[in-house]
Nanobody, 128 residues
Framework: QVQLVESGGGSVQPGGSLTLSCAAS????????IGWIRQAPGKEREGVSC??????????RDSVKGRFTISRDKAENTVTVYLQMSSLQVEDTAIYYC???????????????????WGQGIQVIVSS
């Protein structure tokens, strides 16, 4: 079972920046798609961005393109995935979850139901 631990959330004013981190370990497959999923109050979960642990290919939802950047650092048995968020908007306020699924052929997804492992979530508040 993959373990995912998020860090780096907090409060920021509109236009500000935050970087989230996800420490991933316990891999049982060769490669994974690791994504950031968010859930705003009263709304359903939505995929924000996803990265492949092997080739580093990325995928973003339209509303965050040009503002968010996903990246990853690989170590022997762990992967750390970062989500650099800039030009934050009030609409970005949500609980952000790190999630993972095996991805042997490079496939990426932003569909929350596709992910099989989840972190506990971390709060991001954008408010003036």
């Amino acid at each position: 079972q993959v373990q995912l631990v998020e860090s780096g959330g907090g409060s920021v004013q509109p236009g500000g920046s935050l970087t989230l981190s996800c420490a991933a370990s316990g891999f049982t497959a060769e490669h994974y798609a690791i994504g950031w999923i968010r859930q705003a109050p009263g709304k359903e979960r939505e995929g924000v961005s996803c990265i492949h642990s092997g080739d580093g290919l990325t995928y973003y939802r339209d509303s965050v393109k040009g503002r968010f950047t996903i990246s990853r650092d690989k170590a022997e048995n762990t992967v750390t995935v970062y989500l650099q968020m800039s030009s934050l908007q009030v609409e970005d306020t949500a609980i952000y979850y790190c999630a993972a699924r095996p991805s042997l052929w490079g496939e990426l997804t932003l569909t929350p139901a596709d992910f099989t492992s989840w972190g506990q979530g971390i709060q991001v508040i954008v408010s003036s």
